[in-house]
């Protein structure tokens, strides 16, 4: 039986106009992000709607509209395909959608955990500067072998392994830049910096994590609906105990995303579809495997699809 891999991206820049665009044509997303709002305590609409700069440049509010976008899609996508057999993915901040998505998670409590592992990963960087950079061009164990000369200093490790040439570092701004520099110098062609502070998936975040796992345990998960890959291990966990230890590590490890589209290809996968509002996952996909992407704001996708009309979504 061939699968849809629905996959779901992290914290990104949101095209916000694309956003309003869904939120006027589509019901079931309007009434997404209007459900986020009463669990968040304000109105994001109004704030989309607005384009508030608040939001736009704010990396708390770019994460609740990603988790919220991103659900919102998964909602539309379903209406009109809940008969077809799933597995679910999520990119960093993505496999908490996975997890909402999959019945393992409420919705509400994915928002409480997002605001509060924000918190405890502003908290740990009180005294920091925090970047994170992509490294094009150089293999995992290229980069490793650099990281031994900073191993000393405790402040940077690999953060994302998105394919076997694009990989992402994190850590304390300095070292991070000096590590960047030794990449460069060791062959990598080219490095850009990602506006994501605090820093995710790094030796830094190991106080928050600790932190984090205590309000894990407080949170009900049920087993998934359908199966949801996890970050750290590459593995779909089904007991409570093992999804929310996944989520404390992975805080400060790395985010497996080139084994797990690998692991996907090996699983009948047919075709993956990016539940988000840009086309981040399908274009890094293309490089690890050559199963057919699609993005669920493609417009042609979009016209395609059996979708209800927009006052009955």
């Known amino acids: ?14 095209n916000i106009n694309v956003l309003k665009n869904l939120i006027r044509k589509y019901k079931i997303i309007k009434n997404t992000f209007y459900e986020s709002s009463e669990y968040i305590g304000f109105n994001l609409n109004r704030f989309i709607k607005n384009n508030s700069q608040e939001i736009i440049n704010n990396s708390k509010y770019i994460r609740l509209i990603a988790i919220t976008s991103s659900i919102a899609m998964y909602r539309l996508w379903n209406n009109a395909n809940e008969k077809i057999p799933i597995i679910l993915a999520g990119h960093s901040l993505g496999e908490y959608s996975a997890l909402v998505c999959s019945n393992s998670l409420k919705f509400s409590d994915a928002i409480k955990l997002i605001l509060i592992r924000h918190q405890f990963m502003k908290e740990s960087m009180k005294k920091k500067m925090g970047a994170m950079h992509v490294i094009i061009g150089l293999k995992e164990h290229n980069i490793e072998k650099i990281l031994e000369n900073f191993k000393h200093l405790e402040q940077v490790s690999i953060a994302c392994i998105n394919t076997p040439h694009h990989i992402v570092i994190s850590g304390e701004k300095n070292i991070v830049h ?32 600790k932190k984090f796992l205590k309000v894990l345990e407080t ?10 890959i996890n970050n750290v291990d590459v593995k779909c966990e089904t007991t409570a105990p093992a999804i929310r230890n996944a989520l404390m590590r992975q805080l400060y490890n790395p985010v497996k995303w080139c084994d797990t589209i690998t692991y996907l290809s090996k699983k009948n996968v047919s075709i993956f579809v990016e539940a988000g509002l840009n086309n981040t996952l399908i274009n890094i996909n293309k490089f690890i495997v050559a199963i057919p992407s699609v993005s669920l704001n493609n417009k042609n996708y979009l016209l395609n699809q059996s979708f209800k009309k927009p006052s009955e979504t």
Do not use: D, R, W
């Not at 460069?184 to 106080?207: D, E, R, T, V």
């Open 1 to 14: 039986m061939h699968l849809h891999a629905i996959l779901f991206p992290g914290q990104e820049f949101q």
């Open 178 to 209: 000096e590590v960047s520099l030794a990449c460069k110098k060791n062959g990598a062609k080219k490095i850009f910096y990602l506006p994501i502070n605090p820093p995710s998936h790094c030796i830094l975040m190991k106080s928050a994590a």
């Open 219 to 228: 949170i009900v998960f049920e087993t998934p609906k359908f199966p949801v």
